[in-house]
């Protein structure tokens, strides 16, 4: 019986489920750039490269291995803009006795895909992805009918079902199963620079970096130059180098932002294995290898692992869980729309402008860039929570729907009422002064409160507080923020929000 098998660019892994079977003689793997899902978002150049690149490579390492494949490039004349089409094209061609697919990792891309068998009038078969670590079954077994759904609870549950940095008594490495109290030192002068490893450039990368010019060279962001991997042999390497130059510093300064350096420790791996080039276990294993070997310290380590085994899996686990109501959600109503600085034009506010050329120029930035100075600004502003995540989904090379919209909407902007956070990520201008050097390179003051060179974000965050004290004033989490506000007495008070009003007005006229 022959078979079509639907391989998608976010699936470029030997190892996956739709492939475990493959007949080499009578089965073809199919492979498509499609116009419809280069655009649905104005997706940063280099993510449009890197995915086109790393199918092609994959693709290519398939026939060499003997698939037969079926690779439908942009440029094809035939090629119809959209998976529907393109699977109905391959059907009617190859007459194929079943498609078989792994799942996507968008509950649209999922919708489409369940309405085939009755398009295409053959069996359609739909697998588990299982290069996660904790299925969506078990997921839902560890949710249960619980409250909260804290990550710290699922990541131990993870750290025992596979081994990881646990001992022969059960107990976690060094006694805890967390360090990050360690893990929020501010950056200090002196610490070494690591750049990032380079790769050499192969004719495919070139022959798609010419065709992303041509054809995507309108969306925000610089296409060269372009420094991400765009085989499995290269991202490995670079791994490989994380683990032994960045990894060790990894832990203690995960927190620490720096200008001009948009990486600093970070691993910079979230596009491999979010596309399938890199596995999480191998990942996690090779740190955990390290610090068995004394080659990274345990903070470190047991972070990074975290953020895989821990974070990863947990945020897809409630994508799944809540969709399709999740992205409705919008627990303080914000509808402000999105500044034009998220797109590169002009704003005084250092820490903003850094983030955003971090991202212009890379497709990159890392987790307390965005979750503490681009996010942070969204949440106070009351940002269009939709806008916000139609950005984030565009900009980065890593993001795809099912980790971007947890991050995003549960994490960042408390959209989801609490579901993922236990109380907003919001901090004013002293939390960016006290962990990065931004401020001392920006027009405003983070001292000041108000005044024409008061940081925005200071008024902003108290006006926030105010203007959601009905949804925050219970959280348990939150009475000595109010009782600090309740202090500053009624004058004090309509100085900040007078300020927070006057910023919010400079940011619609693109002045802030
Ligand atoms: C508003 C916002 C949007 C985000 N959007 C995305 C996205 O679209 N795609 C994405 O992969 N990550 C997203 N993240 C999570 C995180 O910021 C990135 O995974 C990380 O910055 C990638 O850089 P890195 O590989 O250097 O990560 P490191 O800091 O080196 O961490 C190692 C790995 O852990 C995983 N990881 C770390 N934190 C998270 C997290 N919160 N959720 C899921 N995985 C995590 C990633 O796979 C990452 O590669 C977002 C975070 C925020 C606050
Ligand atoms: S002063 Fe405020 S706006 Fe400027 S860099 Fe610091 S936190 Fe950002």
Redesign the pocket.
Known sequence: MSTLRLVLADQLSASLASLADADKARDTLLFCEVMEEATYVPHHPQKIAFLFAAMRHFAAECEAAGFRVRYVRLEDAANTGSFDGEVARAVTELQPARLILTEPGEYRVLQKMKGWEAQLGIPVEIRADERFLSSLADFRRWAGDKRQLRMEFFYREMRKRYGLLMEPDGQPTGGQWNYDKENRQPPKAGLPQIPRPRHAETPILREVLDLVAARFGGHFGRLEPFAYAVTRAQALAELEHFIAQRLPHFGTYQDAMLAGEPHLYHSVISAYLNAGLLLPLEVCQAAEAAYRAGAAPLNAVEGFIRQILGWREYVRGIYWQFMPGYGELNYFDATEPLPDFYWGAKT?????AEAVRHTRDHAYSHHIQRLM?TGNFALLAGLDVKEVQAWYLAVYADAYEWVEMPNTLGMALFGDGGRMASKPYAAS?KY??RM?N??E??????EQMTGEKA????ALYWDFLARHEDKLRGNQRMPYVYATWERFGPHKQEAIRAQAARHLARMREGEL
Request: with cysteine; proline share 9%; charged share 10%.
């Open positions: 005084q506010m250092f820490c903003v100075v201008g960016i002064h990065s931004f401020c390179r920006c027009a405003y003051d983070p940081c925005p974000f200071n």
